[in-house]
């Protein structure tokens, strides 16, 4: 509330009284009522015919005065005391608004320090991201070495089972060898035997057959049937064959038992040494 500003024409007794004085030895009371409404300001509604009403009229003016003083000091008070409320918030408000500042710049500061503690966590969580996807990349090519070194394990081991069954069938096979050499060479000694029978056999029958026949039918039988047969008969006996040192079997040339030794014979004197025929050759 804004204090108002006291008027020009406000007086006091004392100076009321000293201007009555002061004017009471003229001589025309109009001449002092003059003066007096003059000094009072008075206005048309204002009726002052003596000195009584002036006085009265100061002295209602004074009261209305120290009323409005009164007022205006009351108001002042109040303005006073408003003020001082105001001023005490003012500086509860100055003092809370420190407060803040202080507690926002501890926030900025733990905000930076934060903010530092989480770049730092940042930094160690991309070097902990990136050792661990080294480690994961080691341990992928390990595992995939080891799945590989598994894999050429298992078919190592595949392979050494085919080979070992390989060999296994190949000893069979070599245990049975013998008897199946033994077994093929009696069947080759059989069908020498039978193959000498049958020649023995179509000799005799040529031979008497031609005997049979008339002396002039047999002096007309060709000349080379009977060579053939005689040179047959020779040309079996004188064939050469090969034996061993060792061995008990007789062999052809070339045949792949006579890397060692390789002695020449007729196969007549192979069979009278008791030698069979080889079933490689």
Not at 45 to 53: M, T
Not at 118 to 137: A, C, H, N, Y
Not at 140 to 162: A, G, H, I, T, V
Request: proline letters at 2%; glycine letters at 4%; charged letters at 35%.
């Amino acid at each position: 509330m804004n204090q108002q500003e006291e008027k020009p024409n406000q007086i006091d007794e004392s100076s009321f009284w000293k201007l009555a004085t002061d004017t009471a030895g003229r001589k025309e009371e109009d001449t002092l009522l003059e003066g007096m409404g003059d000094f009072l300001e008075l206005g048309p509604s204002d009726k002052a015919n003596n000195l009584d009403d002036i006085i009265q009229i100061s002295t209602s003016r004074m009261q209305n005065l120290e009323e409005e003083l009164k007022q205006e000091r009351e108001e002042k008070d109040q303005l006073r005391r408003n003020q001082k409320s105001f001023e005490d918030q003012v500086t509860k408000l100055t003092k809370l608004v420190e407060g803040l500042s202080n507690k926002i710049d501890v926030m900025l500061k733990n905000e930076e320090k934060l903010e530092k503690e989480i770049e730092g966590l940042k930094r160690v969580q991309e070097l902990q991201k990136r050792s661990l996807s080294k480690l994961l990349t080691n341990q992928k090519e390990r595992l995939e070495e080891s799945m590989l070194e598994q894999e050429r394990k298992n078919e190592q081991e595949k392979k050494l089972e085919e080979l070992e069954k390989t060999v296994a069938n190949l000893e069979e096979s070599k245990a049975n060898i013998p008897t199946m050499m033994n077994q093929m060479q009696r069947r080759v000694d059989s069908l020498d035997l039978k193959v000498e029978e049958v020649k023995a056999r179509s000799e005799q029958s040529i031979l008497n057959s031609t005997l049979h026949l008339p002396r002039t039918e047999s002096e007309r039988v060709p000349q080379q049937i009977l060579g053939s047969v005689f040179r047959g008969q020779s040309n079996s006996s004188e064939m050469t064959v090969y034996r061993t040192n060792t061995g008990k079997k007789y062999h052809s040339r070339g045949c792949q038992w006579l890397y060692n030794s390789c002695i020449p014979i007729s196969i007549i004197e192979a069979r009278a040494l008791g030698l069979t025929r080889c079933s490689q050759c």
